[in-house]
């Protein structure tokens, strides 16, 4: 067993000792390395784990798209989109609110400490 930095959401890092476990669930049979968190709101979270299923989720087909006779006919509608000079202004505006927003003042000093 050994321990390990794990940086939370919060902002803060916690070191967690990791263990060898064996697993039976649908999405994982057989011995991985684990992760001890005392206030977890799960029994086991499973993510990065080699072999892993992902069981339960539906497999979306690939989107396709069909041309019909009395679609060509009709035309095509443009899309309402912003123009070049609307999107550099929204950028502008957002930036300005970015910085003077206090809840951004952890993930701003993580990001100028090159995520560590």
Same mark, same amino acid.
């Given at each position: 067993?050994?321990?390990?930095?794990?940086?939370?959401?919060? @902002?803060? *890092? &916690?070191?967690? !000792? &990791?263990? =060898?476990?064996?697993?039976?669930?649908?999405?994982?049979? @057989? +011995?991985?390395? =684990? =992760? +001890?968190?005392?206030?977890?709101?799960?029994? =086991?979270?499973?993510?990065?784990? !080699?072999?892993?299923?992902?069981?339960?989720?539906?497999?979306? !087909? #690939?989107?396709?798209?069909? +041309? *019909?006779? %009395?679609?060509?006919?009709?035309?095509?509608? #443009?899309?309402?989109?912003?123009?070049?000079?609307?999107?550099?202004?929204?950028? $502008? #505006?957002?930036?300005?609110? $970015?910085?003077?927003?206090? %809840?951004?003042?952890?993930?701003?000093? *993580? %990001?100028?400490?090159? @995520?560590?």
């Amino acid at each position: 067993m050994y321990v390990v930095p794990i940086n939370l959401a919060d @902002g803060t *890092t &916690v070191n967690a !000792p &990791v263990t =060898v476990v064996k697993l039976e669930c649908p999405f994982l049979k @057989g +011995e991985t390395e =684990v =992760v +001890e968190m005392d206030s977890s709101p799960y029994d =086991v979270s499973l993510g990065n784990i !080699p072999g892993a299923k992902c069981t339960g989720i539906i497999q979306q !087909p #690939k989107a396709m798209a069909v +041309e *019909t006779r %009395s679609s060509t006919q009709k035309g095509i509608k #443009k899309l309402l989109t912003p123009s070049l000079a609307d999107t550099e202004i929204m950028v $502008e #505006k957002l930036k300005g609110k $970015e910085s003077k927003d206090r %809840s951004l003042k952890i993930c701003k000093k *993580t %990001s100028s400490n090159g @995520g560590g």
